[in-house]
């Protein structure tokens, strides 16, 4: 089996996007497109629980208000009961006072009843105290429960608005972070088809997805009178017949007449070009031994391929091969081997070391 290494570039992309936007709960793919195309009921499905939850909070209203009124009133004949049995004692004790005919004896005779009759006071005070409080939070708390539930009564559409208002602007938001990379979901999927036809492929074959390379000093590309800073390629496979560039396109018949879309040919010409010069420049500077030869420098074929997984057009374009999933295997074995699976294993290596793409941690997957 090919050898495959990195996740394909438009999945890491998507991951990286996400997880800036601190969207990291979707597990694949399909449960992005599925996100999409239901989003309607989802909304639906939030405005429902919603209503249930008002509906449930109605009802919890109505049963807290009246248990509230039978507390206060419960709690009220309690503390006024307290506070009879209270006075009752004080009472028991003036009535069980000594009657005394000396004067020392009635002068304490009439302090004991005076602090009888202070304690008497006292506790009426703080009684009334305590149920003016127990009054007081208890009527406020049902203030408060009574006009929730007046409001809900009668604006209970608005209700479930509010109610529901930041989970919907949370599916918005997500809405909105999805839709900004629909297009590489459908390209991940692409370029994973490719990478299945391919990953069929003999161990002596190599497969880089997501090459990604910045020159400290672009590269002039002479035919386009451009300077190349970066480079980015789907698929780099190196194998026995030399180094194949992989563009895949999952474009659909519509998305191929469109003329404002850039030409995937002149990309992966001009990526071509780029890597060309990079692997070249490298030969020349290291010691790979399989590149002299004692008629010259040997040459590392290098290919370019499109991959249209879905639509593909009809034309044949210059240097650039245009072809189906099903024509992939058939065109990279057509041609004779002429580097050996060490040979391969070296530029495989360089290549890999070169590539400066960043990985992204998240549980999506394809």
């Known amino acids: 089996m090919c050898r495959v290494y990195n996740k394909v570039g438009c999945l890491n992309a998507i991951q990286y996007h996400l997880v800036k936007n601190n969207l990291d709960d979707f597990n694949s793919l ?66 069980n006072l000594p009657i005394a005919d000396e004067v020392i004896a009635t002068i304490k005779d009439y302090w004991l009843n005076l602090v009888i009759w202070v304690r008497i006071w006292s506790t ?47 599916l918005q938001r997500k809405k909105a972070v999805v839709k900004e990379v629909n297009n590489m979901i459908y390209g991940a999927i692409g370029e994973q088809k490719v990478v299945k036809v391919l990953e069929s492929l003999p161990d002596d074959y190599i497969l880089i997805n997501d090459f990604r390379c910045s020159f400290q000093s672009p590269i002039y590309n002479r035919r386009n009178n451009d300077y190349i800073k970066s480079v980015q390629i789907d698929h780099v496979l190196i194998c026995p017949s030399g180094i194949f560039i992989i563009e895949t396109k999952n474009w659909s018949k519509n998305s191929l007449e469109k003329l404002y879309l850039f030409s995937p040919v002149q990309q992966v010409r001009r990526t071509n070009y780029a890597l060309y ?15 002299k030869s004692h008629w010259g420098d040997r040459k590392i074929p290098m290919r370019n391929i499109i991959a249209f997984t879905n639509e593909k057009p009809t034309e044949e374009f210059e240097l650039v091969k245009i072809l189906g999933l099903r024509e992939l295997l058939g065109y990279i074995k057509y041609f004779t081997p002429c580097l050996s699976p060490k040979e391969v294993q070296t530029i495989a290596d360089f290549l890999l070391k070169m590539s400066d793409r960043q990985v992204t941690s998240s549980k999506l997957s394809i």
């Open 277 to 291: 010069k990079i692997v070249t420049d490298r030969i020349k500077k290291s010691s790979w031994d399989f590149t």
């Open 30 to 95: 399909d449960e992005l497109i599925n996100f999409q195309k239901d989003y309607h009921i989802t909304e639906k499905q939030v405005v429902l629980n919603h209503t249930l939850l008002i509906q449930q909070e109605k009802s919890s209203l109505e049963k807290d208000i009246s248990e509230l009124n039978d507390e206060i009133s419960k709690s009220k004949s309690e503390l006024e009961d307290q506070l009879k049995q209270r006075i009752n004692g004080y009472n028991l004790q003036i009535e």
């Open 124 to 170: 009426q005070v703080q009684f009334h105290f305590k149920i003016m409080t127990l009054v007081h939070l208890s009527n406020k708390t049902l203030f408060k429960k009574n006009n929730r539930l007046q409001f809900i009564d009668t604006n209970f559409e608005d209700a479930v608005n509010r109610s529901s208002c930041s989970h919907l602007q949370t």
